[in-house]
Each structure stands twice: as structure tokens, then as C-alpha cells.
């Protein structure tokens, strides 16, 4: 599933490729994604140029000229393949449910073999009410999201800090993999009730939260030159982490005999040092 450093490497590459082009053509293949793409999907957006590409969360926002938006989820298995017009092919990929085509004959294709994604149309004015939105915390690398606003969100709370974070109302578009990543970078353990996190150990999580993001980010800044030479691809990125996915593995921090732990909390992984997070 992408997380939000992927969603946001794919935001920069589509940015690159539909900022100030207008969109001639949408063919919508297959409407029963995760929610129904609605039946004007294609008459709304043929002709708009977008304005910009945005991000909330882990849904991406294009802002068309006209005030609508177009609300974009990746759901489980989404990707983004971006076709220059001088490398379009005619080969259809079985997955591809929406197409996008440029004025200029490049093509933006959806492909989405498990239908988890999915492809919405709202109005700019109304973006912050709108179901998926209205409810949803703050953005982890935004001004907004800090230690006060963290403690704030999670001082009542009687469950494992590694819940609280998964808990969208609480921040936005933190998934799984950095939740792991960001608790054993601040040395909290994931089983530490988030009532029970000391104010400072707050401040320490945000910073670890945002250094954890920022470098998945540029890592994907780096693969994200790659696709402008590749089939344009945009959807994962391999990247290193120093406990997800490592069970058994040596601790890269510490020198506890142990090394990464891997528990089960509401049936997600958690991997983490049992020495160093407390
Ligand atoms: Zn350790």
C-alpha cells in the first residue's frame, strides 16, 4: 500500500507532467473502483487545464481551472503511469481503468489491479468538508502539526501510541511502515499507552515523524529522475528501513543482543527494539 512519501513522489512526478495542460480526452474503462466513478467524471474534466497538483493525506488533489477537484486514491495497489506523447504505446495494460490524455498527446494512465483506489470530483470551496476531509488531522510536515497539537490529540487516549498515530483524526496519511520507523527513531515503544508519552518524548516523536517522512521523500526524489527515462512509471520506490521489515535483524542503533522485535497490534506488524524504546 502506498504511504504518503510514495503519494507524494507521485504528486512531484504528476506535477511535472500535468501542471498547466489541459486534459483533452478521459476514458473511464471500468467505473466500479472503490467508490463508482460518477457518470460525469469524464464530461466535467475534458477540456480543464489543471492548475496544480496538491496532496491531503494520502489522497492527491488536481485542481482543474474551473474550481473542481478531481480526488485521486491509490487504495491498495494504484499506480500512475505517465506516457509521453512520443513513447505512447498501444498496448493496453489489463489493470488500466482511467486514462488521461494532454492536449499535447501525452497520457496519464490509472492502473489499479485490485480496485481498492479511487477517482472522485469535488469543488475547491468545498474541499475541507468533503467526507474524506472533514475529520482529518493535521498534515505530519505541515506548520500545523507539532508537539502541542500532537499532546492535544493524544492525552486522553488509553491506547498504544502506535494506534493513535494509525488514527487519521489524530495526523494525516502516517501509515504502518513510519509509524514503526518514527517510534524507533524517537525511542518510544509502540506498546506505551499515547496518555502515558511524556511531553518532551512528544516533541521528539514529531521531529522523528518529519525526519522519517523527509527521507523516504528524497529517496523518492531520487528514483522519481527515473521515471521520466523508464516507461514513466510512478508507484513504489524501494527504500531502506532500520526496523520495518527486519525481524530478528540486528538493531542499526543500538547494540542490544536482541535485535528488531516483531509483535502483532490490531493485526498490523509492529517491529521495533524492545532495549532502545521504552
Ligand atoms: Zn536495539
Request: hydrophobic share 40%.
Amino acid at each position: 500500500m502506498p504511504e504518503l512519501p510514495e503519494v507524494e513522489t507521485i504528486r512531484r512526478g504528476l506535477k511535472i507532467a500535468l501542471e498547466g495542460r489541459r486534459i483533452a480526452c478521459v476514458e473511464v474503462r471500468r467505473r466500479d473502483l472503490r467508490i463508482p466513478v460518477p457518470d460525469d467524471f469524464e464530461s466535467k474534466i475534458e477540456g480543464r487545464v489543471v492548475e496544480s497538483l496538491t496532496r491531503r493525506g494520502k489522497y492527491l488533489l488536481v485542481n482543474l481551472d474551473d474550481g473542481r477537484v478531481v480526488i485521486v486514491h491509490l487504495g491498495m495497489s494504484g499506480r500512475m503511469i505517465i506516457e509521453p506523447a512520443s513513447l505512447r504505446s498501444n498496448v493496453e495494460g489489463l489493470h488500466e481503468h482511467v486514462v488521461f490524455e494532454l492536449e499535447d498527446g501525452a497520457r496519464i494512465r490509472f492502473s489499479d489491479p485490485r480496485r481498492f483506489g479511487l477517482m472522485a470530483l469535488t469543488d475547491r470551496d468545498s474541499i475541507d468538508t468533503h467526507p474524506f476531509f472533514l475529520d482529518m488531522g493535521p498534515e505530519p510536515l505541515s506548520e500545523a502539526f507539532d508537539g502541542a497539537s500532537l499532546h492535544a490529540a493524544i492525552r486522553t487516549k488509553r491506547t498504544p501510541i502506535k494506534s493513535a498515530l494509525l488514527d487519521q483524526h489524530v495526523v494525516a496519511g502516517l501509515g504502518n511502515i513510519y509509524v514503526c520507523e518514527a517510534l524507533y527513531r524517537a525511542g518510544i515503544s509502540p506498546r506505551r499507552l499515547a496518555v502515558n508519552v511524556s511531553r518532551p518524548r512528544i516533541d521528539r516523536l514529531v521531529e522523528a515523524i518529519r525526519e522519517v517522512l523527509l527521507e523516504a521523500i528524497e529517496a523518492g526524489g531520487s528514483t522519481l529522475k527515473d521515471y521520466t527515462r523508464a516507461d514513466g512509471e510512478l508507484g513504489y520506490f524501494q527504500h531502506r528501513f532500520a526496523v520495518y521489515d527486519r525481524a530478528g535483524e540486528p538493531c542499526p542503533e543500538c547494540d542490544c543482543s536482541v535485535g528488531v522485535a516483531h509483535i502483532v497490534q490490531s493485526n498490523r506488524s509492529t517491529y521495533f527494539c524492545a532495549k532502545r524504546q521504552r
